[in-house]
């Protein structure tokens, strides 16, 4: 074995990262640390569990899926997960450096492609050479970590742990723009000689301002408050400063009419929080304005994120977010992909690959986006349902948390064919599964709690 190899193993904190988080979701009477062995199985203690380490690089192609889960690091010919050996029950594979490798996102650390607003593309991960990002791997391999426990040690109690009976539905919106008839879009319609929308935007500006906001297809704040109590549900809504001219806000969160939008939508029971800017993923003095700049606004402090566009860089955004003081991120899906991007449908902690710690902040998936169904994958309503109802599926069997982004400008149907339907049908089965609907920060909260 080289020294290189030797490299990728797991550090201890590691491991107890991976642990931590099995704890999240599983309950055992006495302390897994005490059972298990984690090293080369020559050495091996008279414990009763044998977790081999594995030196190998990450290659997909010896990935294989074995009794419904994913093995990322076999250490010898894989036909079960685990064979009693010597009065111990022993793991054919890594799963410990498995499950670190796709929760922490050190998966993401070596991916060098970039799409045009710099992030990670999905296929350029491992997830779509798999075709699992809609499966919660990780929670999987909890599972099957649960079931050898249960296996050496049948005397002991081994439970799941859910967030709610049925799934955690956190309904979320990312305010970008709040006018369908801006400047901005004007511009843009101009070059293609839009003269329908160019007949509205005139017609808009005729307008006394009570009757333009009725006629703005994009200020849609009264219609996602109806929705919502129609079908008892709680939003967080995340707002967008100015900033790098049309990559940023087109709007100015310091108006009278904005701050009177936030104040009623805190006044109501929903939550208002922060959507960076495109720069503030990198730039943490960008961020610490974005920061500030809400907190003026609401009269609070900042508790979670998601930045603008899902812009995420496994090397720094962690940091950054770690650095501004907040609870929780809100950002980690793929636009184009709909799933769970660290495999794990609950809360995680972001990790210091540098620092070899953990984050002490969350990360909360996030699982749909409505542009992912209507935009990147060109699906119609009924191939949406269909994805979202097999998410569901996926999810109720863990007791997770399914989010779901909808923008303000997305219920627009003249712009997107039946989109406001979509929406609508999707809140139906989220409502139908029994989903407990929270905020981010509730849902944190209860995570904190337990
Ligand atoms: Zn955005």
Same mark, same amino acid.
């Given at each position: ?280 993923? #990198?730039?943490?003095?960008?961020? @610490?304005?974005?920061?500030? /700049? !809400?907190?003026?606004? =609401? +009269? %609070? ?113 003249? #712009?997107?064919?039946?989109?406001? @339907?979509?929406?609508?049908? /999707? !809140?139906?089965?989220? =409502? +139908? %599964? ?17």
């Amino acid at each position: 074995m080289t020294h290189e190899s030797k490299d990728l193993w797991l550090s201890s904190n590691q491991v107890e990262y991976v642990l931590a988080h099995f704890e999240m979701c599983w309950n055992v009477s006495c302390d897994v640390r005490e059972l298990i062995w984690y090293g080369p199985i020559d050495d091996e203690d008279s414990k009763h569990i044998v977790v081999p380490k594995s030196a190998s690089p990450f290659d997909v192609a010896k990935v294989i899926e074995v009794e419904g889960s994913w093995v990322l690091f076999p250490t010898e010919d894989v036909k079960s997960h685990v064979v009693p050996r010597e009065g111990s029950i022993v793991f054919t594979h890594d799963i410990f450096r498995s499950i670190f490798f796709v929760l922490s996102g050190q998966y993401e650390l070596d991916v060098r492609d970039r799409d045009r607003y710099g992030r990670v593309p999905y296929h350029s991960t491992f997830f779509s050479a798999l075709n699992t990002l809609h499966r919660p791997i990780v929670n999987e391999m909890y599972d099957v970590l649960a079931q050898a426990v249960q296996l050496a040690m049948p005397r002991v109690t081994v439970r799941r742990k859910r967030l709610a009976s049925s799934f955690v539905f956190l309904l979320t919106h990312d305010i970008d723009v709040v006018s369908k008839f801006n400047h901005y879009l004007l511009r843009s319609r101009l070059k293609k000689f839009d003269f329908g929308y160019i007949w509205n935007w005139l017609r808009y500006w005729t307008m006394s301002e009570e009757k333009r906001l009725a006629y703005d297809p994009y200020w849609t704040f009264d219609l996602l408050g109806q929705l919502s109590d129609q079908y008892n549900l709680r939003s967080t809504y995340f707002f967008l400063p100015q900033g790098d001219g049309p990559k940023d806000a087109r709007y100015d969160m310091t108006s009278p009419r904005l701050r009177s939008v936030i104040s009623q939508l805190v006044n109501r029971g929903d939550e208002v929080q922060l959507h960076g800017t495109m720069a503030s993923y #990198q730039d943490q003095d960008e961020m @610490l304005r974005n920061v500030r /700049l !809400l907190e003026e606004v =609401k +009269g %609070s402090s900042v508790e979670g994120i998601r930045q603008h566009r899902l812009c995420y860089d496994e090397h720094c955004t962690p940091s950054i977010h770690s650095h501004s003081g907040i609870s929780y991120d809100a950002t980690l899906g793929f636009a184009e992909q709909e799933g769970w991007r660290r495999g794990f449908c609950f809360p995680s902690r972001p990790y210091n690959h540098r620092d070899d710690c953990s984050y002490d902040h969350w990360s909360i998936p996030l699982t749909v986006m409505d542009a992912t169904y209507y935009h990147y994958q060109d699906f119609d309503v009924d191939s949406a349902k269909k994805s979202f109802s097999t998410l569901i599926d996926e999810v109720s069997r863990y007791g997770g948390v399914l989010s779901l982004l909808w923008h303000n400008s997305s219920l627009d149907d003249d #712009q997107i064919e039946s989109v406001s @339907l979509m929406y609508r049908d /999707l !809140l139906k089965i989220a =409502k +139908g %599964s029994m989903a407990t609907s929270l905020t981010c920060s509730q849902l944190i909260n209860q995570v904190d709690e337990a």
